[in-house]
């Protein structure tokens, strides 16, 4: 997974977090999986995109926008090298240290 901080290269978005699944199913069961937790804080997504498609799904929550992919999808589009000028949050999963609130991210890279 990467989490990268395009506020400073693009005028739509602060965060885009790229992952990649391992099965279309497991793909599907993530992004549904980030809709609740959002939902729980009082957030939901502007659009949801590709549910059909077995090698991309994004999710624009405004100012962070998700994409799921299949791990050829992330090769071929190679969203990581294209935004290659964002800054790239370090990121911890909930259970092996504080995630970072984007605030905290953002002073961490400044």
């Not at 009082?42 to 991309?56: I, K």
Request: contains cysteine.
């Amino acid at each position: 997974m990467a989490v990268l901080d395009v506020s400073g290269v693009s005028p739509v978005t602060d965060f885009l977090v790229l992952c990649t699944g391992t099965s279309p199913r497991q793909m599907k069961t993530v992004c549904d999986d980030l809709e609740e937790m959002a939902q729980a804080q009082n957030e939901r997504p502007l659009s949801r995109v590709g549910d059909d498609s077995a090698t991309w799904t994004c999710i624009d929550f405004v100012d962070v926008v998700v994409h799921v992919f299949s791990q050829d999808a992330r090769g071929y589009y190679d969203l990581d090298g294209l935004w290659g000028d964002a800054v790239k949050v370090e990121w911890k999963e909930e259970g092996t240290g504080a995630g970072m609130t984007n605030d905290e991210a953002r002073m961490t890279n400044e």
